[in-house]
Nanobody, 127 residues
Framework: EVQVVESGGGLVQAGGSLTLSCATS????????LGWFRQAPGKEREGVAC????????HYADSVKGRFTITSDNAKTTVYLHMSSLKPEDTAVYYC????????????????????WGQGTQVTVSS
């Protein structure tokens, strides 16, 4: 059974940093794409960044480019979202989601393209 579990959310002051983790299991060694999404109160869920285990390629939404970075552990079973220069508008519930892929060039932040979702972790940035 495929599972993705987020952790690392919390309260941080504006300008601060926070790292979220997404632990995966049940992948059977298959390649995947993993996306980070967020949903602020009263707003639609939006894609923030994504990563593919095929090539290690990452892609970022314009709103976080230069501030957020995706990395993974050597086994590519845990994917991290390093967030810096945080702003109050980054406040949201952050989700990771996964889908199995076979190609190296993945930059899709569409919610519909991801099959397995975590439960979310709250990030609050105070001004």
């Amino acid at each position: 059974e495929v599972q993705v579990v987020e952790s690392g959310g919390g309260l941080v002051q504006a300008g601060g940093s926070l790292t979220l983790s997404c632990a995966t299991s049940g992948l059977g060694g298959d390649n995947y794409a993993l996306g980070w999404f967020r949903q602020a109160p009263g707003k639609e869920r939006e894609g923030v960044a994504c990563f593919t285990s095929v090539s290690g390629k990452t892609h970022y939404a314009d709103s976080v480019k230069g501030r957020f970075t995706i990395t993974s552990d050597n086994a590519k079973t845990t994917v991290y979202l390093h967030m810096s220069s945080l702003k109050p508008e980054d406040t949201a519930v952050y989700y990771c989601a996964l889908t199995f892929v076979t190609w190296a060039d993945w930059d899709n932040l569409s919610l519909d393209e991801y099959d397995y979702w975590g439960q979310g972790t709250q990030v609050t940035v105070s001004s």
